[in-house]
Nanobody, 125 residues
Framework: QVQLVESGGGLVQAGDSLRLSCAASGRTFSVFAMGWFRQAPGKEREFVAGVSWTGGGTYYADSVKGRFTVSRDNAKNTVYLQMNSLKPEDTAVYYC??????????????????WGQGTQVTVSS
C-alpha cells in the first residue's frame, strides 16, 4: 500500500521561504516519478512541479519557475519542494503525488495516481 505523507507547511509572510517534504512508503520509491500539486480555495488542483524517477528531469508550472525547486532523495524515500520568494497567490493546500507507472518523466502529463493528505501553505501580504 503506497503512502505519501507531506510536512513542512505553515503560515509565512510574502518573500519568505518554506520547504515541503513528502515521505513515501509501500513501494520502491526510486523508480517512480514524483510531483507536487496545489489547490487554492475555489480553484481546481493544479500541477506545480515534478521530478523524474532519476531525479535528472524537473518540470515546473510557469507561475513558480525560478522560485520553486523540486528534488528527491532516494536514500530517504523523500521528495522535496523548496519554495522561495513566496507570494500570497501561492496560498493553497499542497499535495505530493506519485506516478502510477515506473520510469516516468514527472511532467504534467504523468499519470499521478497516488496522493498525500496535503499540507496547508498560507502566505500573508
Amino acid at each position: 500500500q503506497v503512502q505519501l505523507v507531506e510536512s513542512g507547511g505553515g503560515l509565512v509572510q510574502a518573500g519568505d521561504s518554506l520547504r515541503l517534504s513528502c515521505a513515501a512508503s509501500g513501494r520502491t520509491f526510486s523508480v517512480f516519478a514524483m510531483g507536487w500539486f496545489r489547490q487554492a480555495p475555489g480553484k481546481e488542483r493544479e500541477f506545480v512541479a515534478g521530478v523524474s524517477w532519476t531525479g535528472g528531469g524537473t518540470y515546473y508550472a510557469d507561475s513558480v519557475k525560478g522560485r520553486f525547486t523540486v528534488s528527491r532523495d532516494n536514500a530517504k524515500n523523500t521528495v522535496y519542494l523548496q519554495m522561495n520568494s513566496l507570494k500570497p497567490e501561492d496560498t493553497a493546500v499542497y499535495y505530493c503525488a506519485g506516478d502510477r507507472l515506473p520510469y516516468g518523466l514527472g511532467d504534467p502529463n504523468t499519470p499521478y495516481d497516488y496522493w498525500g493528505q496535503g499540507t496547508q501553505v498560507t502566505v500573508s501580504s
